[in-house]
């Protein structure tokens, strides 16, 4: 309410959908942005009502999509809010605006993950372990759009057929829903022993079955599987910040001139001098132009009325969501 004029390069937009995702709020306090109330709701597409002065990319009624800062004041659950230019880009005119706002993020996760952090091209072989998660979806696209052969895990036979559903098909689907399938083995015979180019991990075990959680030990394999099959020069993109490697983990990644690298897609809104890159991916290189001529088909549950904007919130902090909630206005 009551929004003041906005400055310079500040873009004034009326939002149409925001995706909900997990706030890491231990990310926030390293980075002393930890505060008693954290605005939720990040990825926001909407339509400009109007522009600050020196604002060059927009005007008023341009369709626009964008992630806010990690610092922003402002949640995207509003109605109105007011976002700095560099964080928005173009939203294609075909694509709704629930699905702008739902996918931004995970397109930029697997975008990083896949061109950034490895070069995924054709001929070259993926995992991506739990495929059927919204983030695991869009990777799966990525990585097939680019030629590579795709190999994924299920947690579940529901999961297992939306996979199976998926187009273009073709990628092979491992259901360790059971826990009677070893990805590693099935992963060497899948490649003829060699191992795969790239893996795209959903969280690992770190210790033995006795020190962890039970459904953590059925559905993700051990950091020593993940080593086991990897080829020579593979490259292990790992979302588990708190991976530790012991000294013949070192060794055997050492053997096969494998890198780790780890995912962080917050990284890209931490470095002003990555801006321009950031924007790029966000449209030109990548997401909207993609979503725009249906290569991405991302994994959204049905739109959210504002007044369930809490109820889903908490779930989806709570890590219980399986597919991308977003709040439509």
Known sequence: ENLPAPRDHDVKVQVRACALSWVDTKLLS??????????????????????????TFFQPDDEVVGILPLDSEESGVCEVILVHEHYLVHKPEKVCWAEAAGTVRDGLRAYTALHYLSQVSPGTSVLVLDGASPFGTIAIQLAQHRGAKVISTAHSLEDKQYL?????????????????????????????????????????????????????????????????????????????????LDPPDSHSLFLKGATVSFLNDEVWNLSNVQQGKYLDILWWSY?????????????????????EAKVSMEIVQKNQARKRQVIQF
Not at 30 to 52: A, H, T, Y
Not at 179 to 192: P, Q, W
Not at 287 to 300: A, Y
Request: proline fraction near 5%; glycine fraction near 10%; hydrophobic fraction near 40%.
């Open 30 to 55: 390293e980075i002393k942005l930890k505060k008693e109330l954290v605005p939720v709701g990040r990825e926001i597409s909407g339509v400009v009502l109007e522009v600050g002065s020196k604002v």
């Open 164 to 244: 199976e559903r998926l187009r273009p098909a073709g990628a092979r689907v491992l259901d360790v829903s059971h826990g009677k399938v070893d990805v590693a083995e099935s992963c060497l015979e899948e490649t003829g022993g060699l191992g795969l180019d790239i893996v795209l991990d959903a969280g690992v075990r770190l210790y033995s079955a006795e020190d962890e959680p039970a459904s953590k030990c059925q559905l993700l394999p051990h950091k020593h599987d993940i080593i086991t099959l990897l080829g020579v020069g593979g490259h292990w993109i790992t979302t588990e910040k708190d991976l530790q």
């Open 287 to 307: 997401i909207m132009e993609k979503l725009s001529k249906s290569i991405f088909r991302p994994q959204l549950d049905e739109p959210i009325p504002l007044y």
